[in-house]
């Protein structure tokens, strides 16, 4: 095998609670993450030594500040495989937006190596590789719906939950993480998601017990610096969404619509707006 090729998955958190700070900086997480069906394209090619990576987009990076070329560079020093690789990135998931795309990028990257080099690491092996590069790597590796707990890294594969229609829309700003939990005040008064339920909603396939239980404490942090975020919210919901939310650290929102009709008129009513830079009509994947 010369070269492999595949998509790499976007994700949203239906549920994002914050337990607390841990000492090392960290901080303990419970999340449902599910992947949706916005991805990027990562070409690998095997070459005689090196990692080469190129990009069609401006906002990627093809050197040791992108987490895919990191992901390679790990590769290779944990396994020893003799070579190089050329990397192919073709992005379309929104860069700094709360949908783990540079971590997806990683994940792919450790996936791909491992059949191109034929190392035959198993999915636990990868993830344990790919802690070391993000928290969120490791999910990215298995995809799907799960339970994210410790700092994201310990995961619970969930049944695939019930899939509803999607508006997502990433403002024109980027959002930086490391600023998020840094501001997060966790106190008596946050309101926290009820994971436990959301994860029974989905071992029993009910979505509407899904939206019910949806919550971010990030938002908080993010929408307070953004108010972009809320608008986005409150435009999705007063046209046509059950449910709007904020993923991740920021700044993407995402709508639950019922079908797939109103979120076009709605993504078409929020392209004349101008209110966001990128926007997708879409579903789990």
Same mark, same amino acid.
């Given at each position: 095998m010369q070269y492999w090729e595949t998509e790499a998955y976007a994700k949203i958190n239906l549920g994002l609670d914050v337990v607390r700070r841990l000492e090392n900086g960290y901080? @303990?997480?419970?999340?449902?993450? @599910?992947?949706?069906?916005?991805?990027?394209?990562?070409?690998?090619?095997?070459?005689?030594?090196?990692?080469?990576?190129?990009?069609?987009?401006?906002?990627? *990076? /093809?050197?040791?500040?992108?987490?895919?070329?990191?992901?390679?560079?790990?590769?290779?020093?944990?396994?020893?495989?003799? /070579?190089?690789?050329?990397?192919?990135l073709t992005k379309?998931? %929104?860069?700094?937006?709360g949908m783990a795309g540079g971590s997806t990028d990683a994940a792919a990257v450790l996936r791909g190596m491992n059949e191109l080099f034929g190392t035959g690491l198993s999915a636990e092996a990868l993830c344990d590789m790919g802690v070391k590069l993000g928290a969120d790597v490791p999910y990215c590796i298995l995809? /799907?719906?799960?339970?994210?707990?410790?700092? /994201?890294?310990?995961?619970?594969?969930? %049944?695939?939950? *019930?899939? %509803?229609?999607?508006?997502?829309?990433? *403002?024109?700003?980027?959002?930086?993480?490391?600023?998020?939990?840094?501001?997060? @005040?966790?106190?008596?008064?946050?309101?926290?998601p009820d994971i436990d339920g959301m994860v029974q909603a989905v071992r029993d396939g009910d979505l509407a017990g899904i939206i019910d239980r949806m919550g971010n404490v990030l938002e908080g942090v993010t929408g307070a610096k953004y108010p972009v975020i809320g608008e986005l919210k409150a435009f999705m919901e007063e046209n046509g969404a059950v449910r709007a939310m904020m993923s991740g650290s920021g700044p993407t929102v995402f709508g639950i619509y019922q079908d797939r009709e109103t979120a076009a008129r709605a993504a078409a009513l929020l392209a004349e707006r101008g209110t966001a830079k990128q926007i997708f009509v879409t579903s789990f994947h």
């Amino acid at each position: 095998m010369q070269y492999w090729e595949t998509e790499a998955y976007a994700k949203i958190n239906l549920g994002l609670d914050v337990v607390r700070r841990l000492e090392n900086g960290y901080h @303990q997480v419970r999340m449902v993450m @599910q992947t949706v069906d916005i991805s990027d394209t990562i070409r690998l090619e095997k070459c005689a030594e090196g990692i080469h990576m190129t990009s069609d987009s401006e906002e990627t *990076p /093809g050197d040791i500040y992108n987490l895919a070329y990191r992901a390679a560079a790990l590769f290779f020093e944990e396994t020893k495989a003799e /070579g190089g690789v050329k990397i192919r990135l073709t992005k379309r998931i %929104p860069v700094a937006a709360g949908m783990a795309g540079g971590s997806t990028d990683a994940a792919a990257v450790l996936r791909g190596m491992n059949e191109l080099f034929g190392t035959g690491l198993s999915a636990e092996a990868l993830c344990d590789m790919g802690v070391k590069l993000g928290a969120d790597v490791p999910y990215c590796i298995l995809g /799907g719906t799960a339970l994210a707990e410790g700092i /994201g890294e310990v995961l619970t594969t969930l %049944p695939d939950a *019930p899939k %509803p229609v999607l508006l997502v829309a990433k *403002p024109e700003i980027s959002v930086s993480t490391k600023y998020v939990y840094e501001h997060l @005040q966790l106190g008596e008064k946050t309101e926290h998601p009820d994971i436990d339920g959301m994860v029974q909603a989905v071992r029993d396939g009910d979505l509407a017990g899904i939206i019910d239980r949806m919550g971010n404490v990030l938002e908080g942090v993010t929408g307070a610096k953004y108010p972009v975020i809320g608008e986005l919210k409150a435009f999705m919901e007063e046209n046509g969404a059950v449910r709007a939310m904020m993923s991740g650290s920021g700044p993407t929102v995402f709508g639950i619509y019922q079908d797939r009709e109103t979120a076009a008129r709605a993504a078409a009513l929020l392209a004349e707006r101008g209110t966001a830079k990128q926007i997708f009509v879409t579903s789990f994947h």
